[in-house]
T-cell receptor, first 112, second 111 residues
Framework: DTAVSQTPKYLVTQMGNDKSIKCEQN?????MYWYKQDSKKFLKIMFS???????INETVPNRFSPKSPDKAHLNLHINSLELGDSAVYFC???????????FGPGTRLTVT | QQPVQSPQAVILREGEDAVINCSSS?????VHWYRQKHGEAPVFLMI?????EQKGHEKISASFNEKKQQSSLYLTASQLSYSGTYFC????????????FGQGTTLQVKP
């Protein structure tokens, strides 16, 4: 059983389109995260939810909107995609805010 | 502030040892270490929550010096499977889970 899963694994789209990435964890964790890893491997947190409540909202364009329908799911919707949004997006979860984080396999987003 | 890792890259032969350092300009409350292989997700190695704490994970161990605001990861008798990029993530005083990751250290172990 996959602990943290993401769909899709690859996403190729054109500038201006809207896309969503879905994440699910079956670990029973309370906290979930979205990270962006750029081409230089820099891993940066974007958002964090604890039990469906937004607790971290980093300096991210408003075009990015997370949604957590329940504590096992955290989705990321991106409006009006730009070239600079191309990256690998990782979902992660942890039991508590201080605990180890388990990452999903990542979604490679390519904007053309 | 992003923690600084050193070295940026290291090449080893199997069986050799390596040390990866992670330094922060801000107070450290916790340090996480992760390893990421090419094309894969980061995988948790260990977490250090207290100053002076040391932890071990098989032949990989780490220390946390809160006074010096740094942590070190020690890889002993390296194996081919140790190859990858190692990231330290530093946590703040709150319990939000926010980690600020270093730029990564690429480790290549050769036969």
């Amino acid at each position: 059983d996959t602990a943290v899963s993401q769909t899709p694994k690859y996403l190729v789209t054109q500038m201006g389109n809207d896309k969503s990435i879905k994440c699910e964890q079956n670990l029973g964790h309370d906290t979930m995260y979205w990270y962006k890893q750029d081409s230089k491997k820099f891993l940066k947190i974007m958002f964090s939810y604890n039990n469906k409540e937004l607790i971290i909202n980093e300096t991210v364009p408003n075009r990015f909107s997370p949604k957590s329908p329940d504590k096992a799911h955290l989705n990321l919707h991106i409006n009006s995609l730009e070239l600079g949004d191309s990256a690998v997006y990782f979902c992660a979860s942890s039991q508590t805010g201080a605990g180890e984080q388990y990452f999903g396999p990542g979604t490679r987003l390519t904007v053309t | 502030q992003q923690p600084v890792q050193s070295p940026q890259a290291v090449i080893l032969r199997e069986g050799e040892d390596a040390v990866i350092n992670c330094s922060s300009s801000k107070a450290l409350y916790s340090v996480h270490w992760y390893r990421q292989k090419h094309g894969e997700a980061p995988v948790f190695l260990m977490i250090l929550l207290k100053g002076g704490e040391q932890k071990g994970h098989e032949k990989i161990s780490a220390s946390f010096n809160e006074k010096k605001q740094q942590s070190s990861l020690y890889l002993t008798a390296s194996q081919l499977s140790y190859s990858g990029t190692y990231f330290c993530g530093t946590g703040g005083s709150g319990n939000t889970g926010k980690l600020i990751f270093g730029q990564g250290t690429t480790l290549q172990v050769k036969p």
